[in-house]
C-alpha cells in the first residue's frame, strides 16, 4: 500500500470518527431523559406486605434517635428504648460465654494454639466444627453442615423422645428465612390460604403478601390466656372454601408472640386433627421454646409422635415443619442469624424443592449455623465450661423472668389497661379499655390525625418518654379493641415508671 492510501485512509477514518461523533451527539441531544422508577412500576406485592415492627413508629423511633444524638438536651428525654422487637442483645443482655469464644477460634483458628486462653472444650468443640465446615468464611452444604444437623436431630430425639433424622433438618437464617421457603412452595395461585393465629407476627401477613397468598386470620381467646378455638377454624376452612380459597397451612406460634402464651396439650392434639383432616401443612413456630416462665412447653413434633404411636393410620400423612433459631432464648443472638427448620412427614420430592430453594440461596451464614451447634450440644455437667455457661443462662432466664412479672404488675395497676399474665416469650400483650364513651376526645383526636386509638397512644407515649412499642392493630386484633406490644427485655424499673406516669396523663388528658 502506498503513502497516499495510508493517508486516504487515515483521513477517512478520522472523518467518521467526527461524523459518528456529530450523529451521536444530535441523537442524545434529541433524546428525553427517562423517568425514574416510581412505586407503581414495582411489584405491587412488595408494597402490600407490611411490617409493624419496623413500621411508622420505629421510624420516628429513628428519627428521634438521630436527634438525640446531633443535640443530647434537644429533647425531654435522653435515649430511645426499643420496645419494639425482640432484640435481646441491643437492650443490654450479654453474649453467652461458651458462644463468644468457640466463634472467636472458628473467626480465628489460630487463637486455639494460644495457651491458657480458652478452656479445653472451647478448643475442642472448635476444631470438630472448623473440621467439618473447613472454613467459617465458605459456604456449607445448601441444607447446612452435616455435623451441625446431627447435632440437631440428636437435641430434637432427647427432648420429645422420639428420633429425629439429619436428613429432615433444614439450617436457615434464622426462623423467618424457613417461613420464607415454606410460603414460596405452599402459594400455588392467588387462592392459597395460609392459617395464622390472631393476634399474630407480622413477618407472617407479609411473606403471605409477598407471594400473592390470602391470610385468614383465626382469633385466640384473650378471655382464656389466648388459648385456641379448633371450631372456629374448622369453620374459617369451610368458609374460605366456598370462596374458592385452599387452605395451605395452619401456622400455630408456640409461646406465642406476641401474647406471651403457652399452649395447652390438648390444644396442639386438636391443631393437629385439623391437619390430618384436611391435609394442610403445620407450622410450628417455636422459637421461644426455651423462653418458658408458666407451664410445660410440648413440641407439636412430640404430641404427633405420640399421636402416630396410638393411632398411625389416621395420622400418618400428618406434614409438620417446625422452626427454632439462636435469636430467642437466652441465645439472644438476633445478628448471627441462625435457626433450623425440621420438616416431618415430607415426600422426598417435596424437600427437594426445599432444597433447590436453599441452593438458590447457596446456604444459610455459616456462623449462624455454628451458633445452632453451640445452643443445641452447650457444654455437659463435668466440661469446663459447663458452670460459667449454667450461671449465665440461668440468670439471663430468671431475669427475663423477673421483668416480665414487673412489667405485668405495672401494667395492671394502669388505669383502664388488662394485661394476662406471661407464660413465656418475650413480649406483653396489653389491651387498652379506652371505649367511646369514656374516651370521646381520645377518638376524636386520633380522627383528625387519620390514627388509630392504638397508635394515638403508642405515637404519644414515644414523643414522650422515648419508649417505642408496636400498637396492636400491627398485629391484628378483635374489631373495636386496642392493643399493644412490648417486649420487656429492657433492664431496670426507670423505663417502666416513666410509662406509668406517661399513662397517667394520657388518660387524664382524653378520659371524660
Known amino acids: 500500500m502506498c503513502g497516499r492510501e495510508i493517508l486516504f485512509l487515515v483521513i477517512s477514518s478520522e472523518y467518521y470518527k467526527t461524523a459518528t461523533s456529530c450523529e451521536n451527539t444530535r441523537r442524545f441531544l434529541s433524546l428525553m ?59 443490654g443482655q450479654e453474649p453467652l460465654t461458651w458462644y463468644r469464644q468457640v466463634l472467636s477460634i472458628l473467626q480465628y483458628p489460630k487463637l486455639a494454639e ?24 465458605a459456604y456449607s452444604h445448601s441444607q447446612g453442615d452435616s455435623l451441625i444437623r446431627k447435632s440437631v436431630a440428636e437435641f430434637i430425639s432427647k ?6 433424622n439429619p436428613d429432615n433438618i433444614f439450617l436457615t437464617g434464622g426462623a423467618s428465612a424457613a417461613v420464607s421457603y415454606l410460603f414460596e412452595i405452599l402459594s400455588t395461585s392467588d387462592k392459597s390460604g395460609f ?9 407472617y401477613t407479609a411473606t403471605i403478601s409477598l407471594n400473592n397468598a390470602v391470610p385468614i386470620g383465626y382469633f385466640l381467646d384473650e378471655s382464656n390466656h389466648w388459648a385456641t378455638n379448633p371450631a372456629s377454624i374448622r369453620d374459617l376452612i369451610h368458609q374460605n372454601k366456598q370462596k374458592g380459597v385452599e387452605i395451605s397451612a395452619l401456622v400455630v ?54 399421636l402416630l404411636e396410638a393411632n398411625p393410620e389416621l395420622y400418618k400423612y400428618v406434614q409438620l415443619a417446625s422452626l427454632h433459631s439462636t435469636s430467642k432464648g437466652v441465645s439472644g443472638e438476633c445478628g448471627q442469624r441462625g435457626g433450623y427448620m425440621e420438616l416431618v412427614g415430607f415426600t422426598q ?57 414487673k412489667l405485668h404488675a405495672a401494667f395492671n395497676k394502669m388505669e383502664d389497661i388488662t394485661c394476662n399474665k406471661p ?29 388509630t386509638v392504638d397508635e394515638l397512644y403508642c405515637t404519644s407515649l414515644l414523643e414522650e418518654t422515648g419508649i417505642c412499642c408496636i400498637p396492636g392493630n400491627g ?38
Not at 52 to 72: N, T, Y
Not at 270 to 278: C, F, G, P, T, V
Open 33 to 91: 431523559p427517562a423517568a425514574p422508577l416510581s412505586a407503581k412500576d414495582l411489584n405491587q406485592s412488595t408494597l402490600e406486605a407490611k411490617y409493624a415492627v419496623r413500621g411508622k413508629i420505629p421510624i420516628r423511633a429513628d428519627e428521634l434517635r438521630s436527634k438525640l444524638k446531633q443535640d443530647p438536651s434537644s429533647l425531654t428525654f435522653d435515649r430511645i428504648i426499643s420496645a419494639n422487637i425482640g432484640n435481646p442483645q441491643q437492650l
Open 114 to 137: 494460644a495457651d491458657d486462653l480458652f478452656p479445653k472444650d472451647v478448643i475442642s468443640r472448635a476444631r470438630n466444627i472448623l473440621d467439618s465446615i473447613g472454613s467459617i468464611g
Open 159 to 164: 427432648r420429645d423422645g422420639f428420633p429425629s
Open 195 to 203: 392459617l395464622i393465629p390472631i393476634p399474630q407476627y407480622p413477618s
Open 253 to 306: 406460634i408456640n409461646p406465642g408472640n406476641p401474647t406471651g402464651a403457652i399452649l395447652e396439650r390438648s390444644d396442639i392434639v386438636e391443631l393437629i386433627n385439623i391437619a390430618a383432616e384436611y391435609g394442610i401443612v403445620l407450622i410450628a413456630d417455636e422459637v421461644y421454646q426455651n423462653n418458658i416462665f408458666e407451664r410445660e412447653f410440648i413440641s407439636v413434633r412430640k404430641v404427633l409422635h405420640e
Open 349 to 405: 420430592e417435596v424437600k427437594d424443592v426445599v432444597f433447590k430453594l436453599a441452593s438458590i440461596n447457596l446456604c444459610s451464614v455459616v456462623s449462624g449455623q455454628a451458633l445452632v451447634e453451640l445452643m443445641v450440644n452447650p457444654p455437659k455437667q463435668g466440661d469446663p465450661s459447663y458452670e460459667l455457661y449454667r450461671k449465665e443462662t440461668t440468670g439471663i432466664h430468671r431475669e427475663l423472668q423477673e421483668r416480665a412479672t
Open 423 to 451: 407464660m413465656g416469650a418475650m413480649y406483653l400483650f396489653p389491651k387498652l379499655n379506652f371505649t367511646k364513651e369514656s374516651y370521646g376526645r381520645l377518638f376524636e383526636a386520633a380522627n383528625q390525625m387519620e390514627l
Open 475 to 512: 398485629f391484628g386484633q378483635v374489631k373495636g379493641t386496642f392493643h399493644l406490644r412490648t417486649t420487656f427485655l429492657p433492664s431496670g424499673s426507670e423505663w417502666i415508671d416513666k410509662w406509668s406516669k406517661s399513662h397517667a396523663r394520657f388518660v387524664s388528658k382524653y378520659k371524660s
